[in-house]
């Protein structure tokens, strides 16, 4: 199969929030009430795109994936994100202390189910990486307990690195992390 890598871009926006719509609770075993955070509106998309990092999988024409990152400020009016960001001052990866001035958060990553299992999330996290790594050397993420298809993912395929198993609002989540200068290919 042959798909393109590339940044997002404007005139993608209405597919991506398209998209997670549809999709946003496909790899939840409790029901959306349980779920802490959103889906992005067609604003949010168009300011991912403009000001954080957008990446997207295509397949003749077609969005089939995106991964998101962006600055904490994007995100820090949701209470879980709050959360997380006074967690990571007391993390670390590999002895370099974390803080909101050296992490930005990542995702969502979505993937469309059919074409998953073909390398699309590998290539899209080492993409996102490489547009990321000149502002921010780590990124961190959080990823429910439950979803272990996810967390086997972005532990095995982006070289994420669990930095602590933590509870918000009767939910289990992993906080990871990864090195942006450190290539996935590698693992």
């Known amino acids: 199969m042959l798909f393109t890598i590339r940044k997002g871009v404007l005139t993608d926006a209405a597919a991506i929030v398209q998209l997670e719509r549809e999709h946003i609770n496909?790899?939840?075993?409790?029901?959306?009430?349980?779920?802490?955070?959103?889906?992005?509106?067609?604003?949010?998309?168009k300011t991912l795109i403009n000001h954080?990092?957008?990446?997207?999988?295509?397949?003749?024409?077609?969005?089939?994936?995106?991964?998101?990152?962006?600055k904490w400020a994007f995100f820090s009016s949701q209470p879980l994100y709050r959360y997380i960001i006074q967690r990571i001052k007391f993390a670390d990866?590999?002895?370099?202390?974390?803080?909101?001035?050296?992490?930005?958060?990542?995702?969502?990553?979505w993937?469309?189910?059919?074409?998953?299992?073909?390398?699309?999330?590998?290539?899209?996290?080492?993409?996102l990486k490489h547009q990321v790594k000149a502002t921010y050397p780590f990124m961190v993420t959080f990823i429910s307990g439950d979803n272990k298809r996810s967390l086997a993912a972005h532990k095995n395929k982006a070289a994420m690195h669990v930095l602590e198993y933590?509870?918000?609002e009767q939910r289990d989540y992993q906080l990871l992390a990864t090195d942006n200068h450190q290539s996935t290919e590698a693992n």
Do not use: M
């Open 52 to 70: 954080h990092w957008l990446v997207v999988a295509e397949d003749q024409g077609k969005i089939i994936a995106y991964v998101v990152a962006a």
């Open 93 to 109: 990866v590999d002895g370099c202390a974390l803080s909101t001035t050296n992490t930005c958060q990542y995702g969502p990553v």
């Open 166 to 168: 933590f509870t918000f």
């Open 111 to 127: 993937i469309d189910p059919s074409y998953r299992g073909q390398g699309i999330f590998e290539a899209l996290a080492n993409e």
């Open 26 to 45: 496909d790899e939840l075993i409790r029901p959306v009430a349980a779920l802490h955070a959103h889906s992005f509106t067609l604003n949010e998309v």
